[in-house]
C-alpha cells in the first residue's frame, strides 16, 4: 500500500507540476526495488529505507525547483531575445524609411538643379535681349545726334559757336560707332556717360536755339524777388507785381538800406519798354517812388540802365495818372532790377515788360 501510494503521488506529482521525467523514473525504480526487499527486511531498516526515500525525494524536489528557475531565466531570455528582435525590426524600417527619405531628397535636389539651369538660361537668353535692345537704342540716339547735326547746320547763320559744337559732336558719334564694335560689357558700361553728354549738347542747343520775340511782345517773369517784404500782412509778395491783377500790389519793409525789386526772365531776353504802376495812387505815398532807377541786368553784376536813368512822380491819383512807361532801348539781359536808393518803402501794383 505504501509502495502504491508513493507511485500514485509520483505519477501526479510530475503531471501537474512538470518536473523531469528522469527523477521520477529514479523514484520509481528505488520504489520497485524497495518493494522486493520489504518482506524480508527488519522494521527498523524499513524506516531507513523510508528516510533515504525522503531524502531523494528533497534532491529530486531541489532539481525540480532549479530546473523551474531554468526554464524562467529560460522565459525571461527568450522574451529579451523577442524584444531586441523587434527592437531589430523597427531599426531596420526606420532605415529603409531614412533611405526613402535620402532618394527623395536626392530626387528634390536634381529638381531643383534642374530648374536652376533652367532659369539660368531663360535668364541668359534675357540677357541677350537686353543687349540688343540697348545696341537697338544707341542705333536710335544716333539717328537722332544725325537728325540734330542738319538742324545746327540749318541755323548756323545764327548762331556762330554752333560749327564747333558740331565738331565736337561729330567727333563723339565716331566714338560712339567704335564703341558699338566692342563687346555688349563695353557698350553697357558707356551707355550713361554718352547719354550725358548728348543731354548737354541738347541743351546747349536748346540754349542756342531760343525763339526771337516779336516787337512788344510781353515777356514773361520766370521768378520775382524784393528785398524784403512787408511784415503786416501775407499780401504783399513779390508774385502780385505780376499777377494781373491792379488790386494787389508789392511791399517791401523799410530796414535803411535800398530797396530793389528783380524780375527774372527764363532765358535772355532784348528788353524795349517797361511798364510800372505805382502801388499808391491817392495820397501823400504816391511819392515813394521818387528817384527809382530801372537797369536790364545783363549777368549778375552787370547793369545797362533804362530812362529816365530816375524816376520822377506826377500829381494824380487813378491808375492812368500812377502809370509810367521805362525805355530800355534794346538792351539784352537775364532780367530788370528795380532799384530805390533812398530806402523807403517799394511799392508797385504791376509790372510789364515787353521785348524790343
Known amino acids: 500500500q505504501w509502495y502504491q501510494r508513493r507511485v500514485l503521488e509520483a505519477v501526479v506529482s510530475t503531471q501537474s507540476t512538470g518536473e523531469p521525467l528522469f527523477c521520477t523514473m529514479i523514484f520509481i525504480t528505488f520504489l520497485a526495488v524497495l518493494s522486493g526487499i520489504l518482506a524480508e527486511e527488519t522494521p527498523s531498516d524499513v524506516s531507513s529505507l523510508s528516510r533515504r526515500s525522503d531524502n531523494h525525494l528533497a534532491a529530486c524536489q531541489l532539481i525540480r525547483d532549479e530546473a523551474q528557475e531554468i526554464r524562467s531565466e529560460a522565459y525571461t531570455a527568450i522574451d529579451k531575445a523577442d524584444t531586441i528582435r523587434e527592437q531589430a525590426y523597427r531599426a531596420k524600417d526606420e532605415a529603409f524609411e531614412m533611405k526613402e527619405d535620402a532618394m527623395g531628397t536626392r530626387l528634390a535636389l536634381e529638381q531643383a538643379l534642374v530648374e536652376s539651369l533652367v532659369l539660368m538660361k531663360s535668364q541668359n537668353a534675357a540677357t541677350s535681349l537686353y543687349i540688343q ?137 532784348q528788353v524795349g519798354q517797361i511798364k510800372i504802376i505805382n502801388g499808391k495812387i491817392s495820397g501823400p505815398n504816391i511819392h515813394r517812388l521818387n528817384g527809382l532807377k530801372v537797369a536790364v541786368m545783363a549777368s549778375g553784376t552787370h547793369k545797362q540802365t533804362c530812362q529816365p536813368e ?13 502809370t509810367y512807361f521805362i525805355s530800355c ?26 521785348a524790343s
Open 133 to 269: 535692345e540697348m545696341r537697338s537704342s544707341l542705333a536710335t540716339v544716333t539717328t537722332k545726334l544725325e537728325l540734330l547735326e542738319r538742324e545746327m547746320q540749318r541755323v548756323q547763320g545764327e548762331v556762330a559757336d554752333v560749327n564747333s559744337a558740331l565738331g565736337q559732336s561729330t567727333t563723339r558719334l565716331e566714338l560712339i560707332n567704335s564703341a558699338m564694335e566692342q563687346s555688349a560689357e563695353d557698350i553697357e558700361d558707356r551707355i550713361d556717360e554718352k547719354t550725358q553728354e548728348i543731354s548737354d549738347k541738347l541743351s546747349k542747343l536748346d540754349s542756342l536755339l531760343v525763339r526771337k520775340r516779336e516787337s512788344g511782345e510781353l515777356i514773361p517773369a520766370d521768378r520775382v524777388e524784393q528785398s524784403s517784404t512787408h511784415p503786416s500782412t501775407a499780401y504783399y509778395g513779390p508774385e502780385n507785381a505780376v499777377d494781373g491783377n491792379v488790386g494787389t500790389q508789392t511791399h517791401t519793409h523799410v530796414d535803411g538800406q535800398p530797396q530793389w525789386f528783380k524780375y527774372f526772365f527764363s532765358q535772355e531776353e
Open 310 to 322: 530816375r524816376l520822377v512822380v506826377r500829381e494824380g491819383e487813378s491808375i492812368p495818372s500812377q
Open 329 to 354: 532801348n534794346g538792351n539784352r539781359g537775364i532780367g530788370v532790377e528795380f532799384l530805390l536808393p533812398s530806402g523807403t518803402y517799394l511799392e508797385f501794383r504791376e509790372i510789364e515788360v515787353y
